[in-house]
């Protein structure tokens, strides 16, 4: 309770007495109100207090009252009703329909500066007379209605971002479990951290961190609009609680643009910031698990992207302990045919973006005898990386390439001085063998330094930045070309581009195909490209697909271009057939 200290100006029968005859009020109210200031009933009732008599014109009025609505003693006395503001009346004329026994109401009082103060009033007869005065009784609950909201945001809010806090997110989720114990619909829990935002802190500190995290929520926020309940979990971490209606691409679908959100970019202190996800999700169609158990699968699913190199979205499910032994089988089986030699690389094109004469080949590893499920590179590359085998597996990628390019080289004039270029694992490039190891295949087939580049990603760079640094310096050192691979994706990207001695970089297929339809996307590659001019790289784009995204990356000034346009991946003995008919294709519309 907010109010001042008791003080009267009126007596319990002198009111009764003339609110009821309503002469001495209206007519002479200086007497009155002496009258009244010898008592202080009104000031035993601990509340604002205010009497009104059947005029509607005030009476009395206590301190408490006077102080609220800062009123001067007296000052109020013989003023209308209305002066208190319209609540005071509609309360006042409610009395009438229900017999003052109606419950207290939240109503809004007028004060002397015309300031709306909220409280808490009732009212009633002053003497069970209709016909008399009214008593009106206040409590300030400003201050309550202040504090419960404060504290509803303390409970429910984060502090930093403004969005739900974890325990919001628990009761929304715990809710969620009921309504499809009710029957309600199928739906979705994902948890979603952000890769190596340590590195933001570390590199510039918590403050610049926790406004990157501001943004970071604002942006989610209005990307998930109503799609979604989004609420801050701690840390770098986010959650998100959504319908599930669809299917499971569908999910992911709509995971992966609202992730987006979280990625950037972001300017920061003169550099921009592109960051990656990762995203645990569960789906829920039964009420099985309680809202708990439903978040610990999630941060499993989590753990589990995590894992895998980031950056992705990762289904729970109960088989992912199952998922783990078969990692381990998968991993046997790419042991036994790392040892047997059975892994092969294909050969992509990448062709000068005007001409379309072939510049540059990139060497993609295949494994034609493969373990069910573990087919692509994007998923056996990964659990040899895990389980400590990439290197081995890079070897032999090298290997291949360069005794495909020294076939490839003699088999056909148009290929001659033409290099390759070859994926290293970051867990590679953290071991001085690799330079050596390229040396040894060169000479082995009598190429170039020039002829094997070596095709690096942020993510690489990142895993053990200073060591690895040293490594791809010596790299250079001895001549090989360094290609910065997936660029646009990682972390920070345009300080590699400033360290290294980077001779080129490819922009990945994500940013070129997204380029046609969003403009954003668009204004990066383009800035990507005016900044390589300037840092004299030669820039490749990759994913070409359509004769559109050629011209657009071409107008854009990008050098190079690779993708299913030009040609897929091949076996490397196509090769030469696919330069002849390229080269009469060329011819026959007159283009190159
Ligand atoms: P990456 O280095 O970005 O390779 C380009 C990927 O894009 C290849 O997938 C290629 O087949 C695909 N691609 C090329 N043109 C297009 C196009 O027009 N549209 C689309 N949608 N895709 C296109 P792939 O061969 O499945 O390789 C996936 C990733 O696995 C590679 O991404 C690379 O990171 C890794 N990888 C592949 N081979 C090797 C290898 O020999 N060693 C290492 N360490 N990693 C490898
Ligand atoms: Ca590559
Ligand atoms: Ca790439």
């Not at 005029?55 to 209305?82: F, K």
């Not at 403004?162 to 499809?180: D, V, Y």
């Not at 190596?196 to 604002?218: C, M, P, Q, W, Y």
Request: with cysteine.
């Amino acid at each position: 309770m907010q109010f001042g200290s008791p003080e009267c100006f009126v007596s319990a029968s002198s009111v009764a007495n003339i609110a009821a005859d309503g002469k001495q009020s209206g007519g002479n109210p200086r007497p009155a109100q002496e009258a009244f200031g010898s008592h202080r009933f009104l000031d035993q009732i601990p509340a604002a207090a205010v009497l009104i008599d059947q005029r509607g014109r005030i009476v009395a009025s206590n301190r408490s009252l006077n102080d609220y609505l800062d009123y001067s003693p007296g000052e109020l006395y013989a003023a209308p009703l209305s002066i208190l503001g319209p609540d005071a009346a509609r309360l006042l004329g409610s009395i009438k329909e229900i017999d003052g026994g109606q419950s207290p109401r939240l109503v809004r009082l007028q004060s002397r500066r015309g300031e709306m103060r909220a409280c808490l009033a009732n009212a009633c007869w002053w003497s069970g007379d209709p016909e008399g005065a009214r008593l009106m009784c206040a409590l300030d609950c400003r201050d309550q209605v202040a504090s419960e909201q404060i504290l509803g945001r303390i409970a429910y809010i984060d502090g930093l971002t403004g969005l739900p806090n974890r325990a919001a997110f628990l009761r929304q989720l715990q809710s969620r479990c009921e309504a499809i114990s009710a029957g309600e619909g199928a739906f979705a829990v994902a948890r979603v951290d952000l890769d190596r935002f340590r590195l933001v802190n570390d590199t510039h500190g918590h403050h610049t961190g926790d406004g990157l995290l501001e943004r970071i929520a604002k942006q989610l926020r209005e990307s998930v609009n109503a799609e979604a309940f989004v609420a801050r979990m701690g840390g770098d971490e986010f959650a998100l609680l959504m319908d599930d209606r669809g299917s499971e691409r569908e999910l992911r679908d709509r995971l992966e643009r609202l992730s987006q959100a979280l990625t950037g970019p972001f300017d920061l202190e003169q550099r921009r910031i592109y960051l990656t996800a990762s995203v645990g999700l569960v789906r829920v169609s039964d009420n099985e698990r309680s809202a708990q158990e439903i978040l610990n699968n999630a941060e499993s699913a989590l753990f589990r992207a995590k894992d895998e190199g980031r950056n992705r979205v990762t289904v729970f499910a109960p088989a992912l302990q199952e998922q783990a032994r078969s990692r381990l089988i998968v991993f046997s089986a790419l042991q036994r045919a790392l040892r047997d030699s059975e892994l092969e690389i294909h050969l992509q094109p990448i062709v000068e973006g005007r001409s379309q004469a072939l510049v540059t080949m990139e060497a993609l590893v295949r494994w034609p005898d493969c373990y069910e499920g573990a087919c692509q590179p994007s998923q056996f590359i990964p659990i040899s990386e895990e389980l400590g085998i990439a290197p081995e597996l890079d070897r032999l990628v090298i290997e291949e390439s360069a005794r495909w390019l020294a076939y490839l080289r003699e088999a056909h004039p148009a290929l001659r001085g033409v290099p390759i270029n070859i994926n290293v694992s970051a867990v590679t490039l953290r071991n001085e063998a690799i330079v050596d190891l390229l040396a040894a295949a060169r000479q082995q087939y009598g190429l170039e330094p020039e002829a094997l580049r070596v095709e690096i990603t942020e993510t690489a760079l990142l895993s053990d930045s200073e060591h690895v640094q040293n490594v791809l310096c010596n790299l250079a050192r001895s001549g090989t070309p360094l290609v910065l691979d997936d660029f646009g994706t990682g972390y920070s990207s345009l300080r590699h581009v400033y360290d290294l001695p980077i001779c080129a970089l490819k922009i990945d297929k994500y940013f070129v195909h997204r380029a046609l339809r969003d403009p954003r996307s668009l204004a990066l590659v383009s800035t990507i490209l005016s900044l390589a001019r300037a840092l004299g790289i030669s820039t490749t784009a990759e994913g070409i697909e359509t004769e559109r995204q050629r011209s657009t990356l071409v107008r854009l000034g990008c050098e190079n271009l690779q993708g299913y346009l030009f040609a897929k991946p091949m076996p490397p003995a196509e090769l030469p057939a696919w330069v002849e008919r390229m080269a009469a294709t060329l011819d026959a519309t007159g283009d190159g």
